[in-house]
T-cell receptor, first 112, second 116 residues
Framework: DAKTTQPPSMDCAEGRAANLPCNHS???????VYWYRQIHSQGPQYIIH???NNETNEMASLIITEDRKSSTLILPHATLRDTAVYYCIVRERNSGNTPLVFGKGTRLSVIA | DAGVIQSPRHEVTEMGQEVTLRCKPI?????LFWYRQTMMRGLELLIY????????DSGMPEDRFSAKMPNASFSTLKIQPSEPRDSAVYFC??????????????FGQGTRLTVV
């Protein structure tokens, strides 16, 4: 079962920042937070992951609270192409390549 | 690299027929995963392989489902006999051996299966 809770849907105006929350209150010290997204009719795509520090890459930023019980994925300037379902996943480290367990995710609609 | 390649992209078959889905992982990846996606159940893991060996097949719904990985560059998921409730999008994913903490998985474009 997925160990995360996300809102089912969100809207964001094009050009504005999209902030997608995720609750993972039962996360343990050896678990990472991963974000994937799935654009319509495509396979899921990796976005970013982190353990306890904030992370940034060319796609997004990941903010993890100090107690690690929640996180926020930030798309700084959302475009129409960012419309997708975003999945927040908790995954154990040091466990080889254990499979990703997907929840229901958040359906983000970017509106022109 | 062309990424994870799945074939066919679409498959329509009649109930009772055998269906074979194919996957070519990214070269050099040691792990291969099969997922199924439906509106009702979302993305579910069916089975995964490490170095061509099945590690966990607890997600395979019934004996009608079987998966093989005869070599590092090819895997199949077979359904025999197929039923309408097997209609779904089937995704294959691969990931490299863990040389650093938690490597990412790369997904194919999926096979949309319709059983009528």
């Amino acid at each position: 079962d997925a160990k995360t809770t996300q809102p089912p849907s969100m809207d964001c105006a094009e050009g504005r920042a999209a902030n997608l929350p995720c609750n993972h209150s039962t996360i343990s010290g050896n678990e990472y937070v991963y974000w994937y997204r799935q654009i319509h009719s495509q396979g899921p795509q990796y976005i970013i992951h982190g353990l306890k520090n904030n992370e940034t890459n060319e796609m997004a930023s990941l903010i993890i609270t100090e107690d690690r019980k929640s996180s926020t994925l930030i798309l700084p300037h959302a475009t129409l192409r960012d419309t997708a379902v975003y999945y927040c996943i908790v995954r154990e480290r040091n466990s080889g390549n254990t499979p990703l367990v997907f929840g229901k995710g958040t359906r983000l609609s970017v509106i022109a | 690299d062309a990424g994870v390649i799945q074939s066919p992209r679409h498959e329509v078959t009649e109930m009772g027929q055998e269906v074979t889905l194919r996957c070519k992982p990214i070269s050099g990846h040691d792990y291969l995963f099969w997922y199924r996606q439906t509106m009702m159940r979302g993305l579910e893991l069916l089975i995964y392989f490490n170095n061509n060996v099945p590690i966990d097949d607890s997600g395979m719904p019934e004996d009608r489902f079987s998966a093989k990985m005869p070599n590092a560059s090819f895997s199949t998921l077979k359904i025999q006999p197929s039923e309408p409730r097997d209609s779904a999008v089937y995704f294959c994913a691969s990931s490299p051996r863990q040389v650093k903490m938690n490597t990412e998985a790369f997904f194919g474009q999926g096979t949309r299966l319709t059983v009528v």
